[in-house]
C-alpha cells in the first residue's frame, strides 16, 4: 500500500494512493498514519479491506502532501554509506557505519519549502531511502530478524549544510538539522510492495540538470544489516526512521567552484516506486 497525508501543515489528513493512482481518504479508517498504525495489524488490514472494496472516498489530486508519517520518534542517519559516494568525497570506506541524528522536527512535505539557512554558502542535497520501523527491534540476532521490523519505506531528502557540518567543530549535527532540513515523501510504502530494497534506483536534478543517479545496490551496509547494526546501540520502535545514506553526485564531490544551493534553484528527487519530490529553495 502507499500510504500519505494530505492536506495544510500541521493539520494533515491520512490517505491512500489507489493502484490506479487516484487518492483516497483514510479519515474514516483510521485517525493518522503514525507508529501506532503501523504496529497495528488490525488497523493496517482495515486499510487494505476498505482499499480492496472500493469504498473509501475520493479525494481532490490538487491538496498538499506532507510528511506520510506522523509523531516520528527520531531519525537516526548513516553517513558515507555508498561505495562511490566515498570516493568521491575522498574518504575511506567505513570499517562499521556512521551514524548520526536528524531531528523529527527537520521533516516537511515533499514539495515545501527548503530553506537556505542564514549564513549558509555550501547547503548540499542528498537523495536517500528511508527506512521505517514498524516493530519495537532490540539486539536483533539477524538480518531476518532485522527486516521483519521493517513496515516500509520513503524516498528521504537529506539536506545538508557541509561548512556547518565539516568546518565548525564537533559532530555532523550542525549541518543535519537545519530548519526544513529533512523533506520525506510523497507517501511512505509497506514493506511488501519492496521485495529488494538493495535495487532501487536513486535520481535527483538541480534546475533540471542530472546530478546523482545511483542505486541501492551500491550500499555499503545494505538495509537488513543498518537495521541489524542499529539495533546493537540504540532501540528502535515504530514510527522511527532511518536515512541509509545517498549515492555519488553531491555538490560537495564536484570540482571547483562547487555547485552548492542557493535561493531559487529547484531540486527534483525519485526513488524508484517511492514517488518524487520537487524543492523550491528559499532564504531563511
Not at 158 to 170: K, Y
Request: hydrophobic share 45%; with cysteine; net charge negative.
Amino acid at each position: 500500500m502507499k500510504l500519505l497525508r494530505v492536506g495544510p501543515a500541521g493539520a494533515e489528513a491520512p490517505a491512500l494512493l489507489d493502484g490506479d493512482g487516484i487518492l483516497r481518504d483514510l479519515s474514516g479508517v483510521v485517525p493518522d498514519i503514525d507508529g501506532a498504525l503501523l504496529a497495528d495489524d488490525a488497523a493496517l488490514a482495515r486499510i487494505a479491506a476498505a482499499a480492496a472494496d472500493g469504498s473509501l472516498p475520493r479525494l481532490d489530486a490538487a491538496l498538499r502532501v506532507g510528511p506520510p508519517l506522523a509523531r516520528i520518534g527520531k531519525i537516526v542517519c548513516i553517513g558515507l554509506n555508498y561505495h562511490d559516494h566515498a570516493t568521491e568525497t575522498g574518504a575511506a570506506i567505513p570499517a562499521e557505519p556512521i551514524v548520526f541524528m536528524k531531528a523529527p522536527d527537520t521533516v516537511v512535505g515533499p514539495d515545501d519549502t527548503v530553506l537556505v539557512p542564514r549564513g549558509s554558502v555550501k547547503t548540499d542535497w542528498e537523495v536517500e531511502l528511508a527506512i521505517v520501523i514498524g516493530r519495537e527491534l532490540r539486539y536483533a540476532a539477524s538480518h531476518e530478524e532485522a527486516l521483519a521490523a521493517v513496515a516500509g519505506y520513503a524516498l528521504s531528502h537529506d539536506v545538508s549544510e557541509r561548512e556547518f557540518q565539516i568546518e565548525r567543530g564537533g559532530q555532523w549535527d550542525k549541518g543535519k538539522n537545519c530548519e526544513t532540513f529533512n523533506p520525506i515523501g510523497p507517501w511512505f510504502v509497506t514493506a511488501d510492495e519492496i521485495p529488494d530494497p538493495q535495487a532501487l534506483g536513486l535520481r535527483l536534478w538541480v534546475n533540471g540538470e542530472p546530478k546523482q543517479a545511483g542505486s541501492t545496490a551500491d550500499q555499503i551496509f545494505p538495509v537488513a544489516e543498518v537495521v541489524r547494526y542499529l539495533s546493537q546501540f540504540m532501540a528502535l520502535y515504530p514510527g522511527d526512521v532511518i536515512n541509509t545514506g545517498t549515492p555519488a553526485g553531491v555538490a560537495m564531490g564536484q570540482p571547483d567552484p562547487k555547485p552548492y544551493l542557493r535561493a531559487g534553484d529547484v531540486v527534483e528527487l525519485e526513488i524508484d516506486g517511492l514517488g518524487r519530490q520537487r524543492q523550491v529553495l528559499a532564504n531563511a
